[in-house]
């Protein structure tokens, strides 16, 4: 009596790492596009802050108010003046509910400048406001 066994339940030697690696060429290229979208557009040098002084801060919608080393005011990516950006601030505090207010400038720019900003931000009674920084 001869057995003969049967290679239809014999195991796969072979990895098939096909799917692996299109899944990972799928990942690399959203994150190449995705990455360039995330950083803010306006080159700022900001001034440094400890790593133990740093916050998380929550996933918040802010209304970004940028200075360049220049002192040139920046509303989110649209250049504006004095004049515009106390326009847009008193739209945005005839809001319900407004954003709170992003301040991003550049650490080597007057300190008065920053203040001027400030200032119009104060008198319009937006009080959600945060300085950004760079963590050292």
Do not use: C
Request: net charge neutral; proline share 7%; no cysteine.
């Amino acid at each position: 009596m001869k057995f003969k066994h049967s290679k239809r339940l014999s195991a796969q030697t072979e990895l098939n790492v096909t799917p692996l690696m299109d899944l990972a060429f799928s990942l690399l290229i959203i994150f190449m596009i995705s990455t360039p979208l995330l950083e803010q557009t306006i080159p700022i040098n900001l001034p440094k802050q400890d790593q133990s002084a740093a916050s998380v801060r929550p996933e918040i919608k802010f209304q970004v108010i940028s200075i360049n080393e220049k002192g040139r005011i920046y509303w989110g990516k649209q250049p504006v003046d004095m004049v515009e950006l106390n326009s847009l601030l008193g739209a945005l505090s005839s809001e319900a509910e407004p954003p709170p207010i992003s301040l991003r400038a550049d650490g080597s720019l007057p300190y008065q400048n920053v203040i001027d900003v400030i200032d119009a931000i104060k008198r319009h009674n937006l009080t959600k406001l945060h300085l950004d920084t760079e963590v050292r």
